[in-house]
C-alpha cells in the first residue's frame, strides 16, 4: 500500500501518509471487484475481453492489523511524497512497454485489413499507416534511449533514463487516442456492423455472409475473426476500459508532465543560449 498523489504542503505528519505491505487475505480486508467483460460474449466475437482482461479491484481496509514490521512509514509525509517521486523510477518502463504492445496490436491490425481488401497501395492509407508506425517506434525509440543512457540511481543502481522514460509515457499517453481512432479509420465502417459468429455459422445466412465478406483469397471466416479481434480491440468495453487504464494507471496526465519537468537538466539548453545570446549571468538553481 502506497499514499495517493496529494498536496502535502508543510503538514509534518498526516493520517493519509502511511505505507506497508499487507497480506490481502488477512481478517477485515475486503476486495471489490468490478465486473469482468470476459465471459458474457462468445469468445469467438470478444477474444481480448475473455482471455486477457485484468480485473482492477477496490480493496476496503476494515480494522485490519499490519504488524509493525511490515510498515515502511506512519503519518510521514515527507516520506510519502519521497515515495511517491520515487515509485516510478523503473515501474514506468514496463508500463510503457505495454503501450509499445498495444502500438503494435494497432500497427498490425490496420495493416492486415488494409492488405485483405487490397487498399495499401493507395496514398492517403500508407500515410495513415505510417502514422500508426511513427507513434510505435517513438514509444521503442524512447525506451531504447532509456536504457542506452541509462543513469545510476541514488542508491547506486541502474536505472533507466528518468527524462526519456518520462517523455515516452507522455508520448505514448497522450497520442494513444488518436491512434486508436486511426486505426478504427483504417479498418472502415464494416467494424461497426459485422454480425456475431454464430450468424457466420447460421444455416440461413451463413452463407451469404461467406459469400459478401471474402475478398479475394481471403474468405468470410478470416474477415469475421479480424474484424472481430479489431472490434474487441477498438471499440468494446474493453477497450474504452483498457483506454482510460492507460490514461490513468499510473497517474494523471498533469502528474506525468509533471514528473517530466522533475527529471529534464534543463541546464544544458539553457546554458546554450547564455552562450549564443551573450548572457552575463548563469542561471542559479532555485
Not at 225 to 249: E, K
Request: glycine letters at 8%.
Amino acid at each position: 500500500m502506497k499514499p495517493t498523489i496529494g498536496d502535502w504542503g508543510d503538514t509534518q505528519l498526516s493520517e493519509y501518509a502511511v505505507g506497508f505491505i499487507a497480506d490481502m487475505g488477512a481478517p477485515g480486508i475486503t476486495h471489490i471487484c468490478r465486473s469482468s467483460f470476459g465471459g458474457r460474449e462468445p469468445t469467438a466475437d470478444y477474444p481480448l475481453s475473455n482471455g486477457f482482461d485484468e480485473i482492477d479491484t477496490m480493496i476496503v481496509f476494515d480494522d485490519v492489523e499490519i504488524p509493525w514490521r511490515n510498515v515502511f512509514f506512519h503519518q510521514h509525509t515527507r516520506a510519502a511524497a519521497f515515495i511517491r517521486a520515487t515509485l516510478h523510477r523503473y515501474s514506468m518502463f514496463p508500463f510503457v512497454q505495454r503501450h509499445l504492445r498495444f502500438a503494435d496490436l494497432l500497427v498490425g491490425t490496420a495493416y492486415t485489413n488494409a492488405t485483405q481488401t487490397g487498399v495499401k497501395m493507395h496514398q492517403g492509407v500508407r500515410e495513415k499507416l505510417a502514422e500508426l508506425v511513427c507513434y510505435r517506434e517513438s514509444i521503442n525509440a524512447h525506451l531504447t534511449a532509456a536504457i542506452e543512457m541509462g543513469d545510476r540511481s541514488p542508491g547506486g543502481l541502474l536505472m533507466p533514463n528518468q527524462a526519456l522514460l518520462a517523455t515516452g509515457r507522455v508520448v505514448a499517453c497522450t497520442q494513444l487516442p488518436a491512434m486508436m481512432h486511426l486505426a478504427r479509420d483504417l479498418c472502415g465502417g464494416q467494424l461497426c456492423v459485422t454480425p456475431d459468429a454464430a450468424s457466420f455459422d447460421a444455416p440461413e445466412i451463413g452463407p451469404l455472409l461467406q459469400k459478401y465478406y471474402r475478398v479475394g483469397r481471403f474468405g468470410g471466416d478470416d474477415r469475421r475473426r479480424l474484424f472481430a479481434f479489431a472490434r474487441d480491440l477498438l471499440n468494446s468495453d474493453y477497450a474504452g476500459h483498457r483506454l482510460t487504464f492507460q490514461l490513468f494507471a499510473q497517474s494523471p496526465a498533469f502528474a506525468h508532465l509533471l514528473h517530466v519537468y522533475n527529471t529534464y537538466d534543463f541546464s544544458g539548453p539553457a546554458d546554450l543560449v547564455r552562450r549564443y545570446a551573450g548572457l552575463t549571468e548563469p542561471l542559479e538553481e532555485t
